[in-house]
């Protein structure tokens, strides 16, 4: 029988990466960085999908340094490699790295977009959903050389949904929906019944952050149980396919938002659906 935990992923980035954002506030915080890898994160919060995100190029497709991430996640349940990176990076040799990982490792299941729509938003219509999908298909084929049907997954954020034409979505697998503003969260179950108006038979995930980057705090804790048990709801009811936890460079260094969390996973992860 399939539990809540089933459905849960990390956000994975390189160790270090969010360092500038947590350094915002010392009161917020007892230890000066994060050490913590993205397996390690996964660890600490029992959750059993991973997301492999590259940032500023980094881990760069067919380095060591993919390789040995690709290694440490070989207990993880599936894994979403990143063909699209922070800020809409792409190096251009992604998919077929990822079609590369997918012939040695079984639980490597797809591709998955960070920031993917940003690079096309100030765009006019219908130029902007014309690049945008021109894009995503040529990402498409590039995936279908693995030796085995890939997912492909991308990021929302609230305020783009309205933005890009329906077809724009068609070579996806599923979007996952984030608030970058905590302080919108209360808003998060209207603009997800939203999407499921926009795009009804795609596959959906929530995303959840732990650390509130435009105020440089931690989400506050009700805001957190407001998310969260939302998605948990979501999950159980069969509207979301997971919950996305963001991110290990938040972690490790005494956040309530992740003690918080942590406690809740221990409640809630074995919950039969």
């Known amino acids: 029988m399939a539990t ?6 990390m956000f994975g980035v390189r160790p270090h990466q969010d360092d500038i954002y947590l350094g915002k506030r010392d009161e917020d915080r007892f230890t000066k960085w994060s050490r913590i890898t993205p397996a390690e994160g996964a660890t600490m919060l029992g959750v059993p999908n991973m997301l492999m995100i590259n940032c500023d190029g980094i881990p760069v497709p067919f380095s060591h340094d993919a390789y040995g991430y690709m290694e440490s996640f070989r207990r993880m349940k599936n894994v979403l490699w990143s063909s699209t990176g922070s800020a809409g990076m792409r190096i251009g040799n992604e998919e077929r790295f990822i079609a590369e990982l997918a012939a040695k490792y079984p639980n490597l299941t797809g591709a998955f977009m960070d920031d993917f729509f940003g ?17 995503l298909q040529e990402i498409r084929r590039g995936l279908d050389t693995a030796p085995r049907p890939m997912e492909l997954w991308v990021v929302s954020y609230t305020q783009q949904l309205a933005l890009f034409h329906p077809d724009v979505y068609e070579p996806l697998t599923g979007v996952t929906l984030w608030t970058w503003n905590c302080d919108e969260l209360p808003l ?23 650390y509130d980057f ?37 972690m490790g260094v005494g956040l309530p ?7 809740w996973l221990d409640r809630v992860g074995d919950e039969e659906l």
């Open 214 to 250: 435009p105020s440089g705090r931690p989400v506050p804790l009700e805001l957190m149980e407001h998310q969260c048990e939302l998605a948990r709801r979501l999950v159980h009811e069969g509207r979301i396919d997971g919950v996305i936890f963001e991110a290990n460079s938040v």
């Open 257 to 263: 938002s992740e003690r918080w969390l942590c406690d």
């Open 4 to 9: 809540f935990r089933d459905k849960t992923w």
């Open 119 to 135: 690079a096309f938003c100030s765009l006019p219509e219908p130029e902007r959903s014309q690049k945008a999908l021109a894009l």
């Open 188 to 210: 998060l179950e209207e603009r997800f019944e939203a999407l499921e108006r926009i795009l009804p038979g795609k596959k959906k995930m929530l995303g959840v952050y732990m």
